[in-house]
């Protein structure tokens, strides 16, 4: 079984920095795009930022704060998040296009989602 976990993630003061992390474990090909999404309380899941090979999208209200980054031969995504603000505090999830062995086949690519890990930025 394939799964994500991420780690990384705890309490910080604002203006902070956090480095969060994504690995990716069991077998699977055909990683595409990995991305963060965040999801506050009370709120709908958004994401933060994608990376497809060297391309980068980042969401509007993290741009020139955070920066997404892959290790492939670790199958494992980054965010590092800088000067991080209270309304930075939410839920992040790791989100990962993968292919997984079907016993005599691959899967066709599919969505996954690790389990989450609390950011929190407070005084």
């Known amino acids: 079984q394939v799964q994500l976990v991420e780690s990384g993630g705890g309490l910080v003061q604002p203006g902070g920095s956090l480095r969060l992390s994504c690995a990716a474990s069991?077998?699977?090909?055909?990683?595409?795009?990995m991305a963060w999404y965040r999801q506050a309380s009370g709120e709908q899941r958004a994401l933060v930022a994608a990376?497809?090979?060297?391309?980068?999208n980042y969401a509007d209200s993290v741009k020139g704060r955070f920066t997404i980054s892959r290790d492939n031969a670790k199958n494992t995504v980054y965010l590092q998040m800088n000067s991080l603000k209270p309304e930075d505090t939410a839920v992040y999830y790791c989100?990962?296009?993968?292919?997984?062995?079907?016993?005599?086949?691959?899967?066709?690519?599919?969505?996954?989602w690790g389990q989450g890990t609390q950011v929190t930025v407070s005084s």
């Open positions: 069991g077998i699977f090909r055909s990683i595409n795009t």
């Open positions: 989100n990962a296009e993968l292919s997984t062995w079907l016993s005599s086949r691959w899967s066709d690519p599919a969505n996954y």
């Open positions: 990376i497809s090979g060297g391309t980068t």
